[in-house]
Nanobody, 115 residues
Framework: QVQLVESGGGLVQPGESLRLSCAASGIITSNYAMGWYRQAPGKERELVAFITSGGSIYYADSVKGRFTISRDNAKNRVYLQMNSLKPEDTAVYSC?????????WGQGTQVTISS
């Protein structure tokens, strides 16, 4: 039974920061690429950032320089540090674990940035 549980979402004002955490069970995360996706109201789900099992990192252009993805394989966790948040960052953020053709998803956590 694979389970990914996100936490750390909430309501913040523009310019503030949040750190999302994804706790994994049922998998050994060191064997997976771990990513964060988001889906805003009325928009399709988009990839925000991912980190491969080898440590390579990708960021979407919209978050580059503001967000940082990291992983702690010993704790089976992946994090997303989000700084300088903007209203357009408002979305449900979901954690993903990918290995080969198999993707595992968390339930998502709401992030709302509003004045």
């Amino acid at each position: 039974q694979v389970q990914l549980v996100e936490s750390g979402g909430g309501l913040v004002q523009p310019g503030e920061s949040l750190r999302l955490s994804c706790a994994a069970s049922g998998i050994i995360t060191s064997n997976y690429a771990m990513g964060w996706y988001r889906q805003a109201p009325g928009k399709e789900r988009e990839l925000v950032a991912f980190i491969t099992s080898g440590g390579s990192i990708y960021y979407a252009d919209s978050v580059k320089g503001r967000f940082t993805i990291s992983r702690d394989n010993a704790k089976n966790r992946v994090y997303l540090q989000m700084n300088s948040l903007k209203p357009e960052d408002t979305a449900v953020y979901s954690c993903n674990a990918q290995r080969g053709v198999r993707s595992n998803w968390g339930q998502g956590t709401q992030v709302t940035i509003s004045s």
